[in-house]
């Protein structure tokens, strides 16, 4: 442990002195999140902040289920989500909706109602702006949602006529009371997620961690480059373990990756603001990142026989899992790309993050736990390959 | 083993693929000894002592430094040799000074002692005015000191160097080989590669003669030019010389040949540094003149032409 602390030191004293590092650890990740933070920030996910979607309503129905349809709606309104403006004509709305003044239009046309309750296929239209996908894509769900309700009534109504339970004019009236019923659509709150990381955490959080693994690659790259330079020989000459080399190598990299993040905190808390929740569990996530980076840039790092080939292979790996995991954008919740992520530190320090913001040290302990075995499994591939490719 | 040797190697054999790099390399080196490797590049140079020097695994054979076996591995041999490898093996970002401090951290030398070593080894390789800028700075030859500076910081029984001149300038490389022969007269014992003859012959006690990963023969200078039978060659100027004379030095032992020529006598002889001073003797003796005197010995070039059929530098 000695020697890979002596050696490790040599490290930090060269790479101090080769600035590039200064750059990689800490002002390319502080002025890109400054950027992103500017560009997207606020849009996405703050905390406490509701998104609020511009949508217009032409109802030239006039029968029950038109005026179902606006409960409906305004019921959203009132929870903030939906800002809805009332169009005389299906043209007006369509008009507003091309030029944007709303993002999308419902449609209700003429007769809508009566094909309804008589059993006949209706539409509502909805017509988008192109520039308003999310709003178009929200306006489309709920006229979606609300035509499930209304044809699960219709079923009911059908089967209680058959069934001789309804006479055709109660069946009339109980279908347009269906219609006004509460509403079948469940609209879940649009609102972020309580577990969440406010924006500037979230890009500097996602920055930093991609950054990290260009400083964690040059455990490897360093040691390819020190075989070039022909200083391997003399460390493979000198009365130490292989080991102490790999291990010096990799503690630099650690050492130096765990002050670049220490430092991004505070000054991205300083200067943007930015939340990160209990500094022991910042701490501990931190730590599992930096190991886990680390490790994996030893075992990619470890395949390659040049300081390139190792540079741009570790190059394709942090940027492959940064694009999974969220550095760049957030990444889903559910879904296969949701489920991909989880392979990735990235995602796993996000998210731990996210968990601890909102539930405390407790609940990103499992982020913690992946993040170490993460640096467990592959530290180990990789010191394995690493030395017994150590060699001239 | 006797208990002066301090390398051992025999029958060292070394692969690379198809290709028989070492094949049954075998010599020793005792205290105070400069033992050469001399050969052609591609030889089996530095492959034979990246296996003494525990950077290379063998493929058979063995290595014992002051008696412990020397592998890859080996934590204590290791600990008995200072390495200088062929191409400069020093961090260009660090000063002379810092460089022989992390080197020396590593054969674990104490602090007080580190300190104290450093600043003779940079008076050794005559650095210590620029100890403290960085090497980056330094010229050719100051970068080939600090390299060798670094190879013998920690007191090594074995200094092994692997053709320290190469790309040297006449200055820097007169002071490496000065360098080295003062280790030696300090009882150090050397490990020299080369494919300079000349520097072979100034510096070896003993020379393994090396080609296609065989040692094709081994000794001193003298055995190796009375191994292939040539021999000296004295030229003497001199006027007055008569008969008798000539016949007196044919008669003297060694000589093979006199024959006079324009004034000049050439001597075939098989040792000049013994018979010289006996042929000045004889001539003076017979008041003859003597203006001038050379000697032409058989280099290391010569032999290794004839033990290979082709020339150091082929």
């Known amino acids: 442990m000695r020697h890979a602390w002596t050696i490790a030191k040599n490290d930090l004293s060269l790479r101090a002195r080769d600035r590039s590092i200064y750059i990689i650890g800490l002002v390319a990740p502080l002025a890109l999140a400054f950027i992103f933070n500017a560009v997207f920030g606020g849009g996405i996910s703050d905390v406490g902040e509701t998104i609020t979607f511009e949508v217009g309503i032409a109802n030239v129905d006039q029968g029950p289920i038109g005026a179902a349809f606006e409960d409906v709606i305004d019921s959203i309104a009132s929870d903030g989500l939906l800002e809805v403006t009332t169009f005389d004509s299906a043209q ?24 309804v309750l008589g059993g006949a296929d209706a539409t509502i239209e909805v017509v988008g ?44 009236a109980a279908a347009g009371e269906a219609g006004t019923a509460d509403p079948a659509i469940e609209v879940g709150s649009v609102e972020a997620a309580s577990r969440q990381l406010d924006s500037a955490a979230y890009f500097v959080a996602g920055l930093s961690i991609f950054f990290l693994f260009f400083i964690a690659g040059m455990s490897i790259t360093s040691m390819l480059e020190e075989r070039r330079e022909g200083t391997l020989s003399r460390l493979l000459a000198a009365p130490i373990k292989r080991q102490s080399i ?34 022991v569990g910042v701490a501990m996530l931190i730590v599992g990142a930096v190991l886990a980076v680390t490790a994996l840039m030893i075992a990619v790092g470890s395949f390659a026989k040049t300081p390139e080939q190792a540079g741009n292979l570790q190059s394709i790996v942090a940027v492959t899992l940064g694009m999974l995991g969220g550095t760049f954008v957030p990444i889903a919740q559910e879904g296969f790309l949701a489920k991909l992520s989880l ?21 990103a302990l499992p982020a913690v736990f992946v993040l170490l075995a993460i640096a467990l499994v592959a530290g180990s591939i990789g010191l394995i390959i690493a030395g017994r490719s150590l060699r001239l | 083993m006797s208990n002066a040797r301090v390398l051992e190697a025999t029958a060292l054999k070394k692969s690379f693929g198809d290709i028989h790099a070492v094949r049954g390399v075998t010599f020793h080196i005792e205290v105070g000894e400069t033992y050469g490797l001399l050969g052609p590049n591609g030889a089996g140079k530095t492959t034979s002592i990246s296996m003494v020097s525990g950077l290379l695994q063998r493929d058979g054979g063995e290595v014992l430094l002051d008696g412990e076996s020397m592998t ?36 674990s030398m104490p602090k007080a002692e580190l300190t104290k070593r450093v600043d003779e080894v940079l008076e050794v390789v005559g650095l210590a005015d620029r100890a403290d800028d960085r090497s980056s700075e330094y010229s050719g030859g100051m970068k080939r000191r600090l390299n060798i500076g670094i190879g013998l910081l920690h007191r090594p029984k074995l200094l092994v160097l692997d053709e320290p001149t190469v790309g040297v300038d006449p200055q820097s490389r007169n002071a490496i080989l000065e360098s080295v022969e003062h280790l030696s007269s300090e009882g150090m014992a050397v490990l020299y590669t080369t494919h300079y003859m000349e520097e072979a012959e100034r510096l070896c006690n003993r020379v393994g003669i090396i080609d296609q990963g065989e040692i094709k023969a081994e000794g001193t200078r003298r055995q190796l ?90």
Do not use: C
């Open chain 1, 92 to 115: 007006a709305a369509r008009s507003a909706a091309d030029d944007g003044t709303v993002g999308a239009a419902f449609i209700l046309p003429e007769g809508l109602s009566d094909a």
């Open chain 1, 129 to 172: 702006n192109v520039d308003a996908p999310t709003t178009t894509q929200v306006a489309s769900s709920i006229s979606e949602q609300f035509g499930i309700g209304v044809r699960t009534a219709n079923l009911s109504v059908a089967t209680a006529m058959a069934s001789g339970a309804l006479s055709p004019e109660e069946a009339f």
């Open chain 1, 246 to 279: 790999v291990a010096g190598k990799s503690l630099a990299s650690i050492l130096i990756g765990l002050a670049s993040m220490t430092v991004l905190v505070i000054v991205s808390s300083l200067i943007m603001g930015a939340d990160w929740g209990p500094p």
């Open chain 1, 343 to 363: 392979i990735t530190p990235n995602a796993w320090f996000i998210r731990g993050l996210g968990d601890l913001t909102g539930g405390g040290i407790s609940a």
């Open chain 2, 72 to 107: 890859t591995r080996s934590l204590g041999p290791k600990q008995n040799v200072g390495l200088v490898p062929q191409d400069l093996a020093i961090y260009p970002d660090l000063t002379a000074r810092e460089n022989l401090r992390f080197f020396g951290q590593l054969y």
């Open chain 2, 225 to 314: 030019v009375e191994l292939v039978g040539q021999q000296d060659l004295i030229r003497i100027s001199a006027t007055g010389v008569p008969d008798a004379a000539l016949e007196d030095l044919r008669r003297l032992g060694g000589v093979d040949s006199v024959s006079p020529a324009d004034g000049t006598l050439e001597l075939l002889v098989s040792d000049a540094g013994a018979l010289l001073p006996e042929a000045m003797r004889v001539l003076g003796s017979h008041q003859a003149s003597v203006s001038a005197v050379s000697v032409q010995e058989p280099d290391l070039e010569a032999v290794f032409l004839h033990l290979t059929g082709k020339a150091l530098r082929d």
